[in-house]
């Protein structure tokens, strides 16, 4: 387990990391495209000797050295088990678990990218089963293991794990938050997100996103329907009040949790961390400034094998503006459909999904129900301060599902099992350049 001074001692290097307002994500360094892996690793020094020792994104270079780590923290967890400390072991797997992740690194694969070609290497598939397995060792070791839940639609389906709080039961149901995951972080790094609502006493069911991990789903607008389905699972349960149930994303999953909200009525609160197609176009320097990092991106990192990159392609504004409309809620008219509470939440120095989207959703919908908190230190998913949002934001959605839509608005009350939490502060901030 992760000591005070161990946890102190990441906060004050989490604190120190610079961050840049071009900060490329996928750049191999310190700020870079781990960010995202922050609040799973516990040695933070580990992780930045780890980074020192990768030449290239090539899979030749990328794999072996995340594997590496993956593997003694997994041997650390089969000694540990061995000497029956599975508090220990589970600690142990959760990191091996982490290390193979980002050895598997990046997804989706089979979505276009320009920086990982359309399947994984035989090595990257290595690192995914070692990534799935290490994940069971963890889980086996809990209390209250996951259940694994499959949902289907149309011929294709998704797979997913259950978690229910203490004490849930026909006679006694609870609230429900499907957590959606974004593109590069699979169901099995989420396990944190769905401790949250078990902390606040609600039910969590996290599932693959279109395009990433154990789904059939592609990556389109269309395959919302996915996520409809999980509600269905989650209304058929008996455990879990049906008329009760929010969402939660990060990333790519604070785009999905935002488009189902508005497709489907069912969700009653909403947490999006990082949301993307609202409908912000951004400014000529802004749009221009994405392409030139996009291009930046395809032509210093190449995410397979050595020797397979592609001739670079220059994206057009012409192509950039066809995808945005692909997704835009503002352009499909889709944004006045969002009339429950939402918690939105992003570093102000977002490079990935441009913070403009979050004003374009406090401007649009009801004129209460929605709060906000924008870190102006920090970038993509407020990744550095997620140990402070992420429980207000968690026990904000507890209040929504069980006082009512303005709940939330108030300062609600602590469970017992609940740790404290900061006070809440409703951010105005100053608005984005004029959209076009």
């Known amino acids: ?153 149309n011929g294709m389906k998704a797979t997913g794990y259950l978690r229910l709080p203490k004490g849930a039961s026909k006679s006694n149901k609870v609230p429900a938050v499907l957590v959606m995951c974004g593109a590069d972080m699979y169901k099995e790094d989420r396990e944190k997100y769905a401790e949250g609502a078990l902390s606040q006493g609600m039910a969590a069911l996290v599932v693959d996103a279109p395009g990433t991990g154990e789904t059939t789903f592609p990556h389109a607008p269309e395959s919302v329907v996915a996520w409809q389905a ?14 009760r149930i929010g969402a939660f994303g990060v990333s790519r999953g604070g785009l999905w949790v935002i488009r189902l909200a508005a497709h489907d009525a069912r969700i009653k609160g909403v947490i999006s961390c990082a949301p993307g197609g609202a409908g912000y176009w951004g400014t000529p320097e802004e749009r221009a400034e994405w392409r030139a990092a996009a291009m930046e991106r395809a032509r210093t990192n190449w995410f397979g094998p050595r020797g397979t990159r592609p001739p670079l392609k220059e994206i057009t504004e012409e192509e950039q503006r066809k995808e945005f409309l692909r997704w835009s809620l503002k352009d499909q008219g889709l944004l006045d459909k969002l009339t429950m509470p939402m918690y939105l939440v992003n570093g102000k120095i977002d490079h990935l999904t441009p913070i403009g989207n979050l004003y374009m959703l406090l401007e649009s919908g009801p004129a209460d129900g929605r709060v906000a908190r924008v870190y ?61």
């Open 376 to 436: 102006a230190d920090d970038g993509h998913i407020a990744a550095k301060n997620e140990r402070t949002w992420a429980p207000a934001a968690w026990a904000w959605l507890r209040d929504v599902l069980t006082k009512g839509k303005n709940a939330g608005m108030k300062a609600g009350t602590k469970p017992k099992a609940a740790a404290k939490k900061p006070a809440k502060k409703k951010v105005v901030a100053k608005k984005p350049a004029k959209k076009k």
């Open 230 to 243: 999980a509600l269905d699972v989650l209304q058929k349960r008996p455990e879990i009040d049906g008329n």
């Open 1 to 153: 387990m992760t000591s005070t001074a161990d946890a102190k001692n990441k906060a004050a290097i989490l604190a120190s990391l610079p961050m840049r307002s071009g900060e490329d994500p996928f750049i191999v360094g310190i700020g870079g495209f781990y960010r995202r892996w922050f609040n799973l690793i516990d040695d933070m020094q580990l992780l930045i000797d780890t980074v020192a020792k990768i030449k290239s994104t090539e899979d030749e270079d990328w794999v072996p050295v995340w594997s590496a780590v993956g593997a003694e923290y997994e041997k650390k967890g089969d000694a540990l088990l061995a000497r029956k400390d599975k508090p220990g072991a589970r600690q142990a797997y959760v990191q091996a678990k982490s290390y193979y992740s980002l050895a598997r690194f990046p997804a989706p694969y089979w979505s276009g990218s320009s920086i990982c070609p359309p399947d994984m290497s035989p090595i990257k598939e290595q690192s995914y089963e070692d990534y799935l397995r290490c994940y069971r060792k963890s889980a086996a070791l809990l209390p209250d293991q996951p259940e694994v839940i499959t949902v289907k639609k």
